[in-house]
Structures are given as C-alpha cells and as structure tokens.
C-alpha cells in the first residue's frame, strides 16, 4: 500500500504516540511479587507528581500535551464569540421582541412559536461554537479567511482523515 507524503505537523500537535501504561514502576519493570501468603499483590501505581506552584518552568516542547499557541486560540476564540454570540443574543432578544409585540396586541403569537424561534438561535449558537473552532486557521503564521469556510473544509478533512486512520491530526 502506498504510504501518504509526510506532511509538516502542527505546532500544538501531539508528537508521541499513546501515553505508557501505568502498569509498570518507574524503573520499568513490574511490581506484582507473591506476598508472605502466597496471593500476589496488586501491581503498584507510581504517584502523581505534582509540581510546586512556583517551580513550574518552561513548558517543554516534545511535551505530547503542548498547549495551542496563544495566537491560534485567540483567533479561535474570537470566531467562537462571533458564531455563537450572535446568534445566542438574538435567541435572548426573541423572548423580549414577542413580549412587546404581545403586550402591545401586534400580533397573537402562540407561545410554541417564540420558543421554536429561540430554540433554533439558540441551536445556531450551539453550531457556532463547533464552527468557531474548526474555522479559524491552526497554522499561527496565517490568519485565514474572514468567513472561514475555507480552514473549515481545510480542517474538517484533517479531522475525518485523523479519525480513519487513528492517527494525530496533521496540517497540509
């Protein structure tokens, strides 16, 4: 079969695979020895370590759980705001449109319709959320498009090509 060109990854992409199991001691080998009673022991799990508040240096790169470069998620979050806050003030607004228009006598609205309507921004800002993210571009030196759908396509076919293949998601 024919492997795939390799492609440059992400920066905030993972770079090992599985993290190992738990199953072994530090020093690699394992910790289930026969007791005085003759029964095993539990294999030992090694304690978590935490570091101390003011100890924490630098991040370390190789690290598989690198954070998402600041750019990149302000620039997702930005577009996050944009898709999902919109539409979720125009879900609140419904609720205060159709109490004037009702109390005013503008138009008899049934109550299963306003709550359709905001029911359905509501749902846009739910959407908007997912869109935000997968909209914004992950590469930090370019900014993208200003509507998205470009990085969009771009990013969902990282996402399904990662998910066939149980592979780390990989830029182009």
Not at 53 to 69: M, V, W
Request: aromatic share 8%; proline share 9%.
């Amino acid at each position: 079969m024919p492997s795939e060109p390799q492609r440059e990854r992400l920066p905030f992409e993972p770079t090992g695979g599985r993290p190992k199991s738990l199953s072994t001691s530090p020093s690699g080998s394992s910790t289930s020895k026969p007791s005085a009673g003759g029964h095993e022991s539990k294999p030992s799990l090694p304690k978590l370590q935490r570091p101390s508040p003011g100890s924490q240096s630098q991040k370390n790169e190789s690290d598989p759980l690198t954070a998402i470069p600041k750019i990149v998620s302000d620039r997702m979050a930005r577009r996050m705001v944009v898709f999902s806050g919109i539409p979720t003030v125009f879900g609140c607004l419904t609720f205060i449109a159709s109490y004037a228009v009702v109390t005013r006598h503008w138009i008899e609205l049934p109550n299963t319709a306003v709550v359709l309507v905001s029911m359905a921004f509501f749902g846009l800002g739910v959407l908007g959320l997912s869109y935000g993210v997968l909209s914004a571009s992950w590469e930090e030196s370019a900014a993208g498009t200003l509507i998205g759908w470009v990085e969009f396509k771009r990013n969902v076919g990282r996402m399904i090509t990662a998910w066939r293949t149980g592979q780390p998601i990989k830029s182009d």
